[in-house]
């Protein structure tokens, strides 16, 4: 089993960035694809970006794509989203998320932290 905790969460003004990290503990983490996962108040979790084991594959969602960037360092047990250009519409708990036993990037996911507030302002 891993645990996630993630930072980074914060106010921020419209087209400003934010970096979140995800520090994870328990097992070898590249022997799991991480992900991020968004929830904006009154609305369904939505699947953001994720990254491979070994970080040669990512996946964005249409909404964030050109502006986020997932990045992963195994050795430091991290996962990373830079978020640049930031919009309202950002405005989510952000969460980060695991899971191993295959490489594939979609949900689901098995693992969870306990998530970070973002909020971008107009």
């Known amino acids: 089993q891993v645990q996630l905790v993630e930072s980074g969460g914060g106010l921020v003004q419209a087209g400003g960035s934010l970096r979140l990290s995800c520090a994870a503990s328990?097992?070898?983490?590249?022997?799991?694809?991480m992900g991020w996962f968004r929830q904006a108040p009154g609305k369904e979790r939505e699947f953001v970006t994720s990254?491979?084991?070994?970080?040669?594959?990512?996946y964005y969602v249409d909404s964030v794509k050109g502006r986020f960037t997932i990045s992963r360092d195994n050795a430091k047990n991290t996962v990373y989203v830079q978020m640049n250009s930031l919009k309202p519409e950002d405005t989510a708990v952000y969460y980060c998320?695991?899971?191993?036993?295959?490489?594939?990037?979609?949900?689901?996911?098995?693992?969870w932290g306990q998530g970070t507030q973002v909020t971008v302002s107009s």
């Open positions: 328990g097992r070898t983490f590249s022997d799991y694809v």
């Open positions: 998320a695991a899971k191993r036993g295959d490489n594939k990037l979609g949900p689901p996911y098995d693992y």
């Open positions: 990254i491979s084991r070994f970080g040669s594959r990512t």
